[in-house]
């Protein structure tokens, strides 16, 4: 029998992988979302949460003298929690060093590019600038670097032609909600964790590309 695995999903918007993860749940997965967090008081995705009985908290960057002290605040909040995993769903904050460091191995993001490429923010303008060919999402382990942690798995789409930002963010978004609770529940089973040599899904090393699905 799976042990339950206690999950935090931080937000700052509508939620809609926080929706995805939701929907996810059930008698045969282990994960359990036991909070949302989020640093605006008008995201969605806290209703998204209030409305499947998960208990929500607000914590307002903006109350805060700098980084550091907002991250040491967050770390307290999620701390109340005890997780074993810390999801970033959505959350528009660069942590710093220390929060990563203190979720090391228990925090994980999705990211809407085929990482490395497009780290920041603006990824589907910025692949069809480019004339890329395929573009997608990646949901990595989170580490010190912007968007540079060890893959797990990544959606590919290819870009159409006439593709606009908006209808190419549609069918990736729609991948996101494919392969992020595929990750997290990777992680609440067990099977997924992070090494010193990289991504280990059932104790084997992923490719530098992660689990890589083709749509």
């Given at each position: 029998?799976v042990?339950?695995c206690n999950?935090?999903v ?8 926080l929706?995805a ?17 989020s640093?605006?008081?008008?995201a ?23 980084r550091?002290?907002?991250d040491c ?6 701390d109340?929690?005890r ?8 959350f528009?904050?660069?942590?710093t060093p220390a929060f990563?460091r203190?979720?090391?191995?228990r ?12 780290k ?7 692949a069809?600038?480019?004339?890329d060919?395929?573009?997608?999402c ?6 010190e ?10 959606a ?10 908006e209808?190419l963010?549609?069918r990736?978004h ?5 392969i992020y609770?595929?990750?997290?529940r990777?992680?609440?089973e067990?099977?997924l964790?992070?090494a010193?040599?990289g991504a280990?899904l059932d104790?084997?090393?992923l490719p ?5 699905i083709?749509?």
């Amino acid at each position: 029998m799976v042990q339950p695995c206690n999950a935090v999903v931080l937000i700052s918007g509508s939620g809609s992988n926080l929706q995805a993860l939701i929907d996810s749940l059930g008698e045969d997965n282990p994960l359990r979302i036991r909070a949302v967090v989020s640093n605006r008081a008008d995201a969605y995705g806290l209703t998204r949460a209030q409305n499947a009985g998960i208990a929500t908290q607000v914590l307002d960057h903006k109350a805060f003298a700098d980084r550091e002290a907002f991250d040491c605040a967050l770390i307290e909040a999620i701390d109340g929690f005890r997780p074993d995993l810390v999801v970033l769903a959505g959350f528009m904050r660069i942590l710093t060093p220390a929060f990563v460091r203190h979720y090391s191995g228990r925090l994980l993001n999705i990211h809407p590019s085929l990482l490395p490429k497009h780290k920041g923010l603006n990824t589907h303008q910025r692949a069809l600038d480019a004339q890329d060919s395929e573009h997608g999402c990646s949901v990595h382990f989170v580490s010190e670097e912007l968007d540079g942690g060890p893959l797990i798995i990544q959606a590919v789409v290819p870009v159409e032609p006439g593709d606009t930002a908006e209808t190419l963010a549609l069918r990736v978004h729609m991948q996101e909600h494919r392969i992020y609770p595929t990750a997290v529940r990777w992680f609440a089973e067990g099977r997924l964790r992070l090494a010193a040599e990289g991504a280990l899904l059932d104790g084997e090393k992923l490719p530098a590309t992660g689990y890589l699905i083709r749509t």
